[in-house]
C-alpha cells in the first residue's frame, strides 16, 4: 500500500481563521479523496482531488469553505477557511492505490486533529 | 433509511471466542464492499475487501449477501488485539466514493 502523510498531525485555530493541511504520498495516484470525521461520527467525504482538473465536491462542501489543490500526483492540500468551532474535527487524505484498481480500495492518511476555539 | 447501517455495540467478546456481526447497505448498486477498523484516535485500515463469493483472512471471514443487502464479518479466536471499531464501507455508483457506516465496537477482554 501507498505511504500517506499529513501536515500538521493537528493544530489549534482561533475561528475566522484559516489553516491549510497537506497531503503527501510516495507513488502518484490519479485519486485522491478528504474526509472530515467529527468527534463520535464515522467519515463523511468532502471532496475528491483531481489532478489537472477542480475538485468534485459533495453536497453540503463547497469550494470557498474547504478550498483545494492538486498540483501534481504525489500531493494534495485541503483549507479550511474561516473556521468555526463546528469545523473541528479530523481530517483525513486517502487515496485510491492504483494496483487495486478493480477493488477500489482506498488507504488513509494519519489525519488531522484540529481544534477551533 | 441511513445508506450504511451497523449495530453499535459495543461488542464485549471474551479472549478466543468467536463474534460475528453484519451491516446492511440500501443502495441495491453497490459495487465493492470493505471492512475497515479504526483504532482509537487512529486512521481507518482496510482490514479486507469483501468479494461475491465471501473470502476469508486468516482469523477474519467476510461475507456478501446481495439479495438481502448484507454484509457480515467474523472474527474467530479473538484476541486482544482485535479491540477496535470496525467500519462498513461501500463503493455505489459513484465512482471512487466511499460510503461509511457509523462503525461497530468490539471489546475484546482477558
Known amino acids: 500500500s501507498a505511504v500517506i502523510s499529513q501536515k500538521p498531525s493537528r493544530d489549534i485555530c482561533q475561528r475566522g481563521t484559516s489553516l491549510t493541511i497537506q497531503c503527501q504520498v510516495d507513488?502518484?495516484?490519479?485519486?485522491m479523496f478528504w474526509y472530515r470525521q467529527q468527534p463520535g461520527q464515522s467519515l463523511t467525504l468532502i471532496a475528491t482531488?483531481?489532478?489537472?482538473?477542480?475538485?468534485?465536491?459533495e453536497s453540503g462542501f463547497v469550494i470557498d469553505k474547504f478550498p483545494i489543490s492538486r498540483p501534481n500526483l504525489t500531493f494534495s492540500t485541503l483549507t479550511v477557511s474561516n473556521m468555526s468551532p463546528e469545523d473541528s474535527s479530523i481530517y483525513l487524505c486517502?487515496?485510491?492505490?492504483?494496483?487495486?484498481?478493480?477493488?477500489?480500495?482506498?488507504?488513509f492518511g494519519p489525519g488531522t486533529r484540529l481544534t477551533v476555539l | 433509511r441511513k445508506e450504511v447501517e451497523q449495530d453499535p455495540g459495543p461488542f464485549n467478546v471474551p479472549e478466543g471466542a468467536t463474534v460475528a456481526f453484519n451491516c446492511t447497505y440500501s443502495?441495491?448498486?453497490?459495487?465493492?464492499f470493505f471492512w475497515y477498523r479504526q483504532d482509537c484516535r487512529k486512521e481507518p485500515k482496510l482490514l479486507m475487501s469483501?468479494?461475491?463469493s465471501g473470502n476469508e483472512d486468516g482469523r477474519f471471514t467476510a461475507q456478501l449477501n446481495r439479495a438481502s443487502q448484507y454484509i457480515s464479518l467474523l472474527i474467530r479466536d479473538s484476541k486482544l488485539s482485535d479491540s477496535a471499531t470496525y467500519l462498513c464501507?461501500?463503493?455505489?455508483?459513484?465512482?471512487?466514493?466511499?460510503?461509511f457506516g457509523a462503525g461497530t465496537q468490539v471489546v475484546v477482554t482477558p
Open positions: 486517502s487515496v485510491e492505490w492504483p494496483d487495486r484498481l478493480s477493488y477500489n480500495e482506498q488507504f
Open positions: 507513488s502518484q495516484v490519479t485519486m
Open positions: 482531488a483531481n489532478q489537472g482538473s477542480e475538485a468534485t465536491y
Open positions: 443502495n441495491s448498486a453497490s459495487q465493492s
Open positions: 469483501v468479494y461475491s
Open positions: 464501507v461501500l463503493m455505489g455508483d459513484s465512482w471512487g466514493k466511499l460510503q
